[in-house]
């Protein structure tokens, strides 16, 4: 999701010195997805965060741009919906700026219809997406400041009801995501979807984020999915955030019952956050981090 902002800025990017797209760049190595987070205004700030970008990176038509990018160069396209003008995460949940007067059934509609429209630019635009998640580690909930929180279920889940109809309404092939944080965390994980069960919420995949930093080692992202898929024999999983286990993360979702696991993001291979980087600040592939991509995809050939 950086990509744009950088290139502008003068990255370009590179793998055993030849200059490519740095799209053809992952698929050489075996990327078929690419996971591109959008806000509702980018150049406002929240509670918690300055703006995100003064020119707007990340917002729907820069996200429309990126998107056709990605499908032109034949890969899969997952639209990360933040529902906010800056990072939601655990920590902050923000209702974007221009949706503050609204609240309850009129803000459920709004979320609802901004989602249907993004999703129908991205459709005429020929970069439908493939899977779409309806809020980003929503552990604690969305927009939470408009009551979206775990400890009124029934009001999160008017909003993410609202969310995953707009995605079907689109196209009822997309796949639809909810995405908390909880990799490591069984009993967490387990209560927030059988929360969200209980009250109606029905979707595809439920991913989860998973850094060692803050969910543990690769083991007991194991025990979770293991746990989970056991416990909810309808629902795919994904790991929508990882940190540089790239082959550990990839045996754990193939080993998945009925092949419900269908893969890992890695979060932001240009960036090193997490120790992630899969390019150096000149935007060279770093050999090392690429050969466990490598590795999956000559593992993911076997018979």
Request: aromatic fraction near 8%; proline fraction near 6%.
């Amino acid at each position: 999701s950086w990509v744009q902002q950088r290139e502008a800025s003068g990255a370009r990017y590179s793998d055993n010195g030849k200059q490519e797209d740095i799209l053809q760049i992952l698929k050489d190595h075996g990327f078929n997805y690419i996971r591109l987070r959008t806000f509702v205004d980018p150049t406002k700030a929240t509670p918690k965060d300055r703006p995100y970008s003064a020119q707007g990176y990340c917002d729907l038509p820069h996200t429309i741009e990126m998107a056709k990018r990605v499908k032109a160069a034949g890969l899969k396209l997952l639209i990360d919906f933040h529902y906010s003008d800056a990072w939601a995460d655990p920590g902050k949940q923000y209702t974007p700026a221009s949706w503050a007067d609204l609240s309850g059934a009129d803000l459920a509609k709004k979320l609802h219809d901004y989602t249907k429209d993004a999703l129908t630019q991205l459709k005429n635009a020929g970069a439908e997406p493939d899977m779409v998640q309806v809020g980003n580690e929503i552990t604690p909930g969305m927009m939470t400041d408009k009551g979206g929180t775990t400890k009124n279920w029934d009001q999160l889940a008017e909003f993410l009801k609202a969310g995953l109809s707009a995605v079907k309404e689109v196209d009822p092939r997309i796949l639809t995501m909810l995405h908390i944080d909880k990799g490591g965390n069984n009993p967490v994980a387990r209560t927030w979807v059988d929360n969200a069960l209980s009250h109606g919420v029905s979707f595809d995949v439920l991913g989860l984020s998973c850094y060692e930093k803050w969910q543990g080692p690769p083991a007991k992202w194991k025990a979770n999915f293991d746990d989970l898929a056991a416990r909810y024999p309808k629902l795919h999983f994904v790991m929508a955030e990882v940190d540089a286990n790239a082959i550990q993360a990839n045996d754990i979702m193939l080993n998945l019952p009925d092949q419900r696991g269908l893969g890992t993001f890695i979060w932001e291979p240009t960036a090193n956050n997490a120790n992630q980087a899969l390019f150096n600040n000149r935007g060279a592939v770093i050999p090392e981090k690429m050969a466990q991509y490598d590795a999956v995809k000559k593992d993911l050939k076997k018979p």
